[in-house]
C-alpha cells in the first residue's frame, strides 16, 4: 500500500470489543477497517521502533493499515468506550482523544457512550433534524435526536453475538449460527434454532417498536441502522417488517461521520 500524503489522517473508534478504524484524506473517507484488539506488544511495535518483526505481531487482517500508522505526519483521532485500550494508543505523539464534550449536540448527558453520540452527529450531518441511530453492535442501541439538535433520549440492550454469547457461556446450550440470511422459524423444534428464534425476534420487535415509537413522535423523523450486525438484522426486517424496513437508512460509517465533522 502506498503511503498516504500528509494531508491524510486516521480516525480509531475503540469499540467495547473491536478496534474500527478509518482512513480520511482531507475529507474523503478512503477505507475502513474492523480488527480485533492488537496486544500491547503489537501496539508498541507499531508506534515505537522495535526490532520485532510486525508481521509476528500484527494479524493479517490489520496488516494494511501498517503503514498509515507508521506514517508520522498523519493524526490519529481516537474515540473511545474502552478507557483501559484508550491508554494503550495514547503513546502515538500524533493521537488526540476526543471526549463527549467535543460533541456539538445538546443535551447530552456526562455518561453518554461517545460512539452513540457522535453516530448521532454523523447522522444528523446526513439526514438533518430528527433522526434516530439504531446502532447493532456489543449492545443494540437506540438514540434520538429531535428537530432542535437537542438529545431526546434512547435505551440500550445487550446486542445479538451478546445474547447468543451468554447462553453459550452461561448454559449448557450448544453454539449456533448467528449469520444466517434465513430468517429462524418462530416456532422452532431444536435447541439452536429456538436460541436463533428467542434472540433474533427479540430483537426485531425491539426495532419495530422504537421505531414506530419514534415515527409517533416525529413522524418523518430519519431512522439510521448501523454497527456490526446491521445487514443481518436489516435483511430480517425487510423479511418480516417491509414497510419499516423501507423507512430505514443503512451506513455503517456514521461514527466516521461524526469524528470527521469535528476533526
Known sequence: MKVPPSQSWLALMIGNSRLHWAWFVNSTLRQTWDISYLSPQAIAALLTPTSAPLSELIP?????????????????WIASVVPAQTALWQI?????????????LKGLYPSLGIDRALALLGASKTLGFPVLVIDAGTALTFTAIDQQAQFFGGAIVAGLQTQLRSLTQNTAVPSVNSHSAVLPDRWAVTTPDSIQSGVIYTL????????????????????????????ILFQHLQTQFPALAAQIMIDPN???SGMQAIC
Open 254 to 256: 456514521l461514527i466516521f
Open 92 to 104: 502515538c505523539p500524533q493521537a488526540r482523544v476526543l471526549s463527549l464534550g467535543q460533541v456539538p
Open 204 to 231: 426485531l420487535a425491539s426495532i419495530r417498536d422504537y421505531s414506530e415509537a419514534w415515527l409517533e413522535r416525529f413522524p418523518g423523523g430519519a431512522i439510521a441502522l448501523t454497527g456490526g450486525d446491521r445487514d
Open 60 to 76: 493479517d487482517e490489520a496488516y494494511d493499515l501498517i503503514p498509515l500508522i507508521l506514517q508520522s505526519k498523519s493524526p490519529l
